[in-house]
C-alpha cells in the first residue's frame, strides 16, 4: 500500500470514529481527505463485463471511479450509493451497498468517488449491477452490505472538484436498459389521476406510485415508507421529476433522492381522448350449453377492417327480470382487431378443455359471461350509452323470443352493426322451449356452438 493511500485511510479511520460519536444527524458535513493517487482503473462498462453469471468475489487489484446520483439524506436510498461514469451524458450506472447511514455527509451527489474493487462481490439483479460485500442464503452467495468497518478501506473521495451532475434528458416511452442506474429528467410528467391525494409512501412500507406523461404513458415511482417526505401528499400539478432509473420484473422504475425532485409547477395535461364508440362492435353469440354450464361464454365482433380499442367500454347482465345491473365487465384494457373475436369465459379452463383453445378474457361466475339463458346482456361504450343489446330489461327470458336456456344466440352473418334495441330478426336462437320463434333444439359443446368463428 503507498503512502498516500495509507494515510487516507489514517484520516478516515478518525472521521469514522468522531461520526459515530454523534447522536443528532443535523451537523456540519465532516471534513474529509480525498485522494489523488494513481490507481489501475477500468471502466463501469469493463466492471460489469466480469461478470461470470453468478455472485463472485474480485481478487485483481482494481479500481473504478464514478459520479455519486443518490442520496439518502431524506432516507429514501437506505444503505446504497449509486454513482455512473460520467458527470453528463453517462454511458453506465452500478450501485455499491455498504453499512454507512448518513453516507451523504461523505459521498454527496456529483461527488467523484474511487472504489477499491480487490475483495469487493460482483452481481447482477433485475438487470441492475451492484457490488459490495458478501450475504450467504442457505448456501446461496449474493452481493449485501459492505461492512461499514472496511467501508472506507475501498470507497474514495477523487480530488477532482463536485460541478455537481447533469441528468439525462429522457422520455418515458423511450427508456432503455443503457438509462439503468443513472441519473435521468423526465418534462411533462404528472401524478397519475387516480393516486393524487395520496401520500408519497405507506408509512413504513415500500410504495410504489405512478408518474404519467401526456401521451398516458406511465413510470413506477419507488418511495420508501421511511422517508422523511413520506407522510407529504403528492404534488397535484404536473412537471419536471428527476431520479435515478432502476428495473425490477422488466418494469422500468425511478427513485428519487428528494421531494424536490419533482418541479410540478404547470398545469396538469388537457384528457387525452382516446375513448371512442362504434357501430362496428356487436354481441355475436352467447352460449348456455345443454350438457355443459363450465363452457359458457359471450363472443364480441369487430365488423370493421381496422383495430378497434374497448378503453372504457363494458358488458353488463341484467339478470331475469331485474332492472338494475347484476353484473358488469370491464374491457378497457382489451382491443379486437378488424374482423376479429373477444371471447368471454367464466371457467377458462374449461373452456379451453372443451374448445381447444385460450378465451381472450376470464371472468367469474355470476358474470355477463355466465348467463343461464334468460337474462339481458348490454354492451355499452366508454360515454354509457347502450350500443348493443341482447334480451328487454326488465324482462325474464323465459318462454320469450329472447331466451337461450341449453342453447345459444347466435347473430346472423348478414348483421354488420350494432343495436341499441333488441331485434330478435337478427338472431337465430336456439333453447329448450321454442318460444315465440326461437329453435327448440338444445345445444352441446363443443360441436354446436363457433367461438371464434362466423
Not at 65 to 85: L, M
Not at 115 to 121: A, E, H, P, R
Not at 141 to 146: C, F, N, P, W, Y
Not at 222 to 238: R, T
Request: a negative charge.
Amino acid at each position: 500500500m503507498n503512502n498516500s493511500v495509507s494515510k487516507y485511510i489514517a484520516i478516515m479511520t478518525i472521521v469514522i470514529m468522531l461520526f459515530s460519536c454523534v447522536k443528532n444527524r443535523e451537523f456540519d458535513t465532516p471534513e474529509l481527505a480525498c485522494s489523488d493517487s494513481e490507481f489501475s482503473f477500468i471502466s463501469i462498462s469493463e466492471l460489469k463485463s466480469l461478470y461470470n453469471g453468478e455472485t463472485m468475489q474480485i481478487h485483481e487489484d482494481l479500481f473504478v471511479k464514478g459520479y455519486v446520483i443518490s442520496s439518502d439524506k431524506e432516507g429514501n436510498f437506505f444503505n446504497t450509493v449509486h454513482f455512473q461514469d460520467e458527470s453528463s451524458n453517462p454511458s453506465d450506472g452500478m450501485q455499491i451497498e455498504l453499512e454507512l447511514r448518513d453516507s451523504h455527509l461523505f459521498f454527496d451527489v456529483g461527488q467523484q468517488i474511487i472504489i477499491k474493487l480487490k475483495g469487493l462481490y460482483l452481481s447482477k439483479s433485475n438487470d441492475v449491477y451492484k457490488i459490495g460485500g458478501v450475504f450467504t442464503s442457505f448456501g446461496n452467495r449474493s452481493v449485501g452490505r459492505l461492512p461499514k468497518n472496511v467501508v472506507f478501506d475501498h470507497v474514495w473521495m477523487s480530488c477532482e472538484l463536485n460541478s455537481g451532475i447533469e441528468p439525462t434528458l429522457g422520455v418515458i416511452s423511450e427508456l432503455n436498459d443503457s438509462m439503468l442506474n443513472t441519473l435521468i429528467t423526465l418534462n411533462n410528467v404528472e401524478i397519475k389521476q387516480e393516486e393524487l391525494g395520496e401520500t408519497f409512501a405507506v408509512k413504513e412500507e415500500e410504495t410504489l406510485r405512478t408518474l404519467v406523461d401526456c401521451l398516458d404513458n406511465e413510470l413506477v415511482m419507488v418511495n420508501s415508507g421511511y422517508a422523511d417526505f413520506q407522510s407529504e401528499i403528492l404534488p397535484d400539478k404536473m412537471g419536471t421529476a428527476i431520479g435515478l432509473l432502476t428495473k425490477d420484473n422488466n418494469q422500468y422504475q425511478l427513485i428519487l433522492s428528494s421531494k424536490n425532485d419533482l418541479v410540478f409547477t404547470q398545469e396538469r395535461c388537457k384528457n387525452l381522448i382516446d375513448e371512442f364508440t362504434s357501430s362496428s362492435i356487436l354481441i355475436s353469440e352467447i352460449a348456455d350449453p345443454d350438457n355443459n354450464a363450465g363452457a359458457r361464454f359471450v363472443e364480441l365482433y369487430n365488423t370493421s377492417e381496422e383495430t378497434l380499442s374497448l378503453k372504457g367500454w363494458k358488458l353488463k347482465r341484467y339478470t331475469n327480470d331485474n332492472i338494475e345491473v347484476s353484473s358488469s365487465i370491464d374491457l378497457s384494457n382489451y382491443e379486437i382487431p378488424g374482423k376479429g373475436f373477444l371471447i368471454i369465459s367464466p371457467n377458462a379452463e374449461e373452456f379451453k378443455n372443451i374448445y381447444g383453445f385460450d378465451s381472450n378474457i376470464s371472468v367469474g361466475t355470476n358474470s355477463p359471461a355466465d348467463s343461464n339463458g334468460d337474462d339481458t346482456i348490454v354492451l355499452v361504450d366508454p360515454f354509457n350509452s347502450v350500443v348493443d343489446i341482447f334480451g328487454v330489461i326488465g324482462e325474464d327470458g323465459s318462454n320469450t323470443n329472447h331466451e337461450f336456456e341449453d342453447g345459444r344466440a347466435v347473430r346472423k352473418i348478414e348483421i354488420n352493426s350494432n343495436n341499441t334495441v333488441f331485434d330478435p330478426a337478427e338472431w337465430l336462437i336456439y333453447n329448450d322451449t321454442g318460444g315465440e320463434g326461437t329453435i327448440n333444439q338444445p345445444q352441446n359443446a363443443p360441436l354446436d356452438f363457433t367461438p371464434g368463428f362466423r
